[in-house]
């Protein structure tokens, strides 16, 4: 849960000390805006993403399963500002066979996304979340994300896109399950 009141306070003060007036008809109510905002942005901070992946079910499925484009907005610790893309997120069930709903592997993302993150730890977050959480053979996560951090202040041209990637037991083995998750989250990209 985020301090609402510290928040507010945090942002009027930074309002005041950029030499705005923080009682101007656009500015009275950012503080509040702001807070409120930041509750629902950071609302992974305290949640524990591996939660998501305790209702699975045995399919005695064996092979891999891929979850492309899944969007997800962050927010960069360094500055605060967003960082946003999709992450595709790809397993290969352990000898249970136990996969997870494709809803619940999403819902890891957004968790481990609304955070004062990096995108390096937000990708290995996510692979370790599955492999806690799911037991599975192996893990494969790739983010791809624009930061405005570094598009706004002119570092980074807008569409430049940064990538990320971690991997996990079988996709760490073998070189033939990398490439079929690599070919598949790149099918029918141009
Ligand atoms: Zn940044």
Redesign the pocket.
């Known amino acids: 849960m985020v301090d609402n009141i510290q928040i507010r306070s945090a942002v009027a003060s930074i309002i005041q000390a950029i030499g705005e007036d923080p009682e101007r008809e656009g500015l009275v109510g950012t503080p509040e805006r702001v807070a409120s905002m930041y509750a629902e942005l950071f609302m992974g901070v305290d949640k524990d993403p591996r939660e998501e992946l305790t209702v699975g079910f045995e399919a005695g499925h064996r092979e891999m399963v891929v979850l492309k484009d899944i969007p997800f907005y962050s927010m ?4 605060l ?1 967003p ?1 946003y893309g999709v992450a595709h997120v790809g397993y290969v069930p352990g000898d249970d066979g136990r996969v997870v709903g494709v809803s619940k592997l999403a819902r890891v993302v957004e968790i481990v996304a609304r955070r004062p993150q990096l995108q390096e730890r937000m990708t290995t977050q996510i692979a370790d979340a599955i492999v806690d959480g799911l037991d599975p053979a192996g893990v494969a996560v790739v983010i791809q994300a624009e ?1 405005l ?2 598009i706004m202040r002119g570092i980074e041209k807008p569409g430049s896109n940064v990538i990320t990637s971690a991997l996990r037991g079988l996709f760490q083995r073998k070189p033939a399950s990398r490439a079929e998750f690599f070919s598949l989250i790149n099918a029918s990209r141009s």
Do not use: K, R, W
């Not at 960069?76 to 500055?79: P, Q």
């Open positions: 960069c610790e360094h500055h500002l960082f930061h951090c570094m």
